[in-house]
């Protein structure tokens, strides 16, 4: 490439200089050059880059130097230890324990990007640190919404006002509900997704899913009204979820946004009571509500959990 073209290298780009950085930093556990760093590979080998990680990297490096520890003279267990000790007492220069299991996790989560990146950096982890398994227990306990609780909320449906909210939050109940999908991957449906006995699911895991009788049912009824609605727009949208509202965003796409504003306020019309104890979220019981339809189907557990998206139903003991 002739130079003055494409973009400028830095330092991150060359395999000996990096190793140079980092190998520095870690030898003076450098929490912020160590920081930098991590966010350097993330943004060089994800298309989201997380911005968690540099963060959780740089409590980790506290803890170790607090410990006495030095590079790359780490014992097996401190990646858990840490994690421990800050659910008891919290990070290192952040707030004071105890902390959530919720919290906690997405601390051993985001710290899984240290064993690329130190590859990548030519300073791999010695290799009995060990990454720890979850550490608490389930943060939500599957609560999927009962027949009875289900068909109430259907009933409530037809009595919603104003009147033209009501084919679409029937759309949304059933993709919820019926398919097991979350609020954002539907409202990020287009049309043509919907293929006649099953819908292509796109967001972040692709897959291809059934759909139950009454999905199939509510969904081409949809189709009319969301093409009328269409029809207004010189360049149709090609999304499946229009706004059918009388206000400014009618005819345009449903946003995520816009879908938990109106499970909002359906969910307050329809006098919906969480469990004592469960979580209360609506559109997680939803979704609880299709695995357990799909598994007394018969289906099995790995095919349902490839449906709905819900990988941690392969961890779960629930069998609903």
């Known amino acids: 490439m002739p130079e003055g073209?494409?973009?400028?290298?830095?330092?991150?780009d060359y395999p000996e200089e990096r190793k140079r950085i980092v190998g520095e930093a870690l030898e003076r556990w450098d929490d912020r050059a160590l920081e930098e760093a991590?966010?350097?590979?993330?943004v060089r080998h994800r298309k989201k880059p997380d911005r968690l990680v540099p963060e959780e990297v740089g409590r980790f490096v506290r803890w170790l130097a607090l410990q006495g520890r030095r590079w790359p003279h780490l014992e097996a267990g401190d990646l858990r230890a840490f994690l421990l000790e800050a659910k008891d007492r919290g990070f290192p220069g952040g707030p004071r324990g105890p902390l959530a299991w919720l919290t906690v996790e997405r601390a051993r989560r985001a710290l899984?990007?240290?064993?690329?990146?130190?590859?990548?950096?030519?300073h791999p982890l010695p290799p009995h640190v060990e990454y720890p398994p979850?550490?608490?227990?389930?943060v939500h306990e599957p609560?999927?919404?009962?027949?009875?609780?289900?068909q109430a909320l259907w009933r409530r449906v037809e009595e919603y006002t104003p009147a033209h909210w009501r084919p679409l939050l029937k759309v949304l109940l059933v993709l919820l509900g019926e398919?097991?999908?979350t609020l954002k991957e539907a409202v990020g449906l287009w049309r043509n997704d919907l293929q006649g006995k099953t819908l292509l699911v796109r967001g972040e895991r692709l897959r291809e899913v059934p759909l139950t009788p009454l999905a199939q049912e509510v969904l081409e009824g949809w189709l009319p009204l969301r093409d009328y609605l269409a029809s207004h727009q010189p360049l149709p949208y090609p999304n499946l979820l229009l706004n059918p509202s009388a206000r400014k965003a009618k005819e345009r796409p449903l946003d995520l946004e816009g879908a938990k504003w109106l499970m909002k306020e359906f969910t307050l019309f329809a006098g919906y009571g969480p469990r004592e104890g469960r979580r209360t979220d609506l559109a997680h019981r939803l979704r609880w509500r299709a695995i357990r339809n799909y598994l007394?189907?018969?289906?099995?557990r790995e095919k349902v959990a490839y449906w709905t998206g819900m990988r941690s139903l392969m961890l779960r003991g629930w069998e609903g």
């Open 112 to 122: 899984r990007y240290l064993w690329p990146f130190l590859d990548w950096a030519g």
């Open 143 to 150: 609560s999927p919404l009962s027949e009875e609780e289900w």
């Open 179 to 181: 398919v097991g999908l």
């Open 296 to 300: 007394k189907a018969g289906y099995p």
């Open 134 to 138: 979850r550490l608490g227990p389930l």
């Open 5 to 12: 073209l494409g973009l400028p290298l830095e330092p991150w």
């Open 38 to 42: 991590v966010w350097a590979y993330l």
